[in-house]
C-alpha cells in the first residue's frame, strides 16, 4: 500500500509592503501630523486636544476594568490628584513641568496603592463601592480646602508646560507634546498587556480561584493595575490643568469618573484601540453638537443601552461575551432567513458543514 502524504503548502512570504498594520500606522502617522494644517479652527483643534488627554484616562480604565477585570469607578480622583499636584508644584514651588508631571503620576499611584490594599479584601461590588466612596472623599476635600485647593475657586493662571528654554503656549506645540505623551502611554499598555502579566491579569479576569490555583499572585497584579492605572489617570491629570489653564474641584466628580468608565465600554472592555475609539467618540461628539452636549448625560445613557443591547462586548471588544453574541447573532440572522435543515430545524453555516460531513461519512 503507497502511502500518500499531503502536498505541503508554500506559504507566501510575509513582506514590509503586505503588512496592512504597517501602512495604517504610516497613514495614521501622516494624518496626526497633519492635523493642525487641516483642521479649520482653533475651536476643534482643542476638542481633538482634549481627546488626546484622555485617551490615557481610557486607557488606564480599560486597563483595571477590561483587563484585571475590577469594576473600578475612582479614576476621577487620581485624574483630581495628578491635576492639583502639577499645578501646585509649578505654581508655588517653581518646580520644572517634566518633573511636576513624574510627581503627579506618582502621587496618584501611591494613592492608588493604598486604595488598592482594602479593595484585595473585599468582592467585585463592594469594591466599586470604595472606589466611589473615594472618588467622593477627594472632591470633598477638594472642594473644602480653602489653604491649599482655594476650593470650588480653584487654582486659576496655570503655566503652560515648559521644557528649558522652549514654553507649549500655543495649541500645536500642544499637540505635538501631549501626542507624544499619550504614544507613549499607548505602547506602555500595549507591552504590559502583551507580556506576560496582561496574561495573568486576563486569566484574573476570567476566573480568579482558577488562576490562583495555577499560581498566579493574584493580589501581587492587583495592586500592581491599580499603580498603572493611577499612574496614568495623574499623567492626565497634569496634562489637563496645563493645558486648560484653571484646576477646579467640579472636573473630578463621579460623573467624570462614569465617563471614563462609558469611553472603555464602547469602544470595548480588552481593547486597546477601542479605548482611543470611545475617548473620541464621547468627547468629541458633544462638544462638536450643541444639542448634544446641553444633554450629554442623557446621550451618553442612551448610546450605552443601544450598545449593551445589540453589541455588549463594544464596538472592537474581543472577549467571551463577543464571540457568544456573535454566535447568537448568527444564529438569529438564519432563522429569520428560513435555513432549515432536513428535519427542519435551523442551523448555523458551521452546523451544517458538520452535518454534511456525517452524511458524507455514512455513505
Known amino acids: 500500500m503507497v502511502s500518500r502524504t499531503p502536498p505541503t503548502e508554500t506559504k507566501k512570504p510575509v513582506t514590509i509592503l503586505r503588512s ?3 501602512w495604517f ?6 494624518i496626526l501630523f497633519a492635523v493642525p494644517e487641516i483642521v479649520p479652527n482653533d475651536y476643534i483643534f482643542r476638542i481633538i486636544i482634549s481627546v488626546i488627554i484622555d485617551i490615557p484616562l481610557a486607557l488606564s480604565q480599560n486597563l483595571i476594568t477590561g483587563f484585571a477585570g475590577m469594576l473600578s469607578l475612582g479614576q476621577a480622583a487620581f485624574y483630581g490628584l495628578g491635576a492639583y499636584t502639577s499645578a501646585l508644584l509649578v505654581m508655588r514651588l517653581g518646580v520644572p513641568w517634566p518633573i511636576a508631571l513624574l510627581l503627579a503620576g506618582l502621587v496618584a499611584c501611591v494613592f492608588g496603592i493604598l486604595l488598592s490594599f482594602p479593595c484585595l479584601r ?11 466612596g473615594f472618588g467622593q472623599i477627594f472632591y470633598i476635600v477638594a472642594l473644602n480646602w480653602m489653604q491649599i485647593t482655594r476650593g470650588p475657586m480653584g487654582l486659576p493662571g496655570v503655566p503652560s508646560p515648559q521644557i528649558g528654554p522652549i514654553v507649549f503656549n500655543s495649541p500645536s506645540s500642544i499637540y505635538f507634546l501631549y501626542l507624544c505623551i499619550t504614544a507613549f502611554c499607548y505602547l506602555f499598555m500595549y507591552r504590559l498587556t502583551h507580556s506576560h502579566v496582561g496574561r495573568a491579569l486576563i486569566a484574573i479576569r476570567d476566573n480568579e480561584t482558577a488562576a490562583a490555583a495555577m499560581g498566579i499572585n493574584v493580589s501581587y497584579y492587583k495592586v500592581m493595575t491599580f499603580a498603572f492605572a493611577s499612574f496614568w489617570a495623574g499623567i492626565s491629570g497634569s496634562m489637563l490643568a496645563h493645558f486648560l489653564a484653571f484646576v477646579g474641584p467640579m472636573t473630578f466628580t463621579l460623573n467624570e469618573s462614569l465617563l471614563h468608565m462609558q469611553m472603555a465600554i464602547l469602544g ?9 475609539l470611545g475617548a473620541a467618540i464621547l468627547i468629541s461628539l458633544p462638544q462638536l453638537f450643541k444639542p448634544i452636549y ?21 464596538i472592537m471588544g474581543k472577549s ?14 438564519f432563522t429569520r432567513l428560513g435555513t432549515k435543515s432536513s428535519g427542519g430545524k435551523s442551523m ?16
Open 348 to 363: 448555523l453555516p458551521e452546523e451544517s458543514s458538520v452535518e454534511g460531513r456525517k452524511s458524507n461519512g455514512s455513505n
Open 294 to 314: 446641553e444633554y450629554q448625560v442623557l446621550f451618553n445613557g442612551l448610546m450605552m443601552v443601544i450598545l449593551l443591547t445589540w453589541r455588549p462586548q463594544g
Open 20 to 22: 496592512w498594520r504597517l
Open 268 to 276: 470595548g472592555l480588552g481593547s486597546l484601540p477601542g479605548s482611543i
Open 122 to 132: 473585599v468582592g467585585s461590588d463592594y469594591l466599586t463601592l470604595m472606589t466611589i
Open 320 to 333: 467571551a461575551i463577543a464571540m457568544v453574541a456573535n454566535k447568537k447573532s448568527f444564529k438569529l440572522l
Open 25 to 30: 500606522a504610516v497613514i495614521g502617522t501622516i
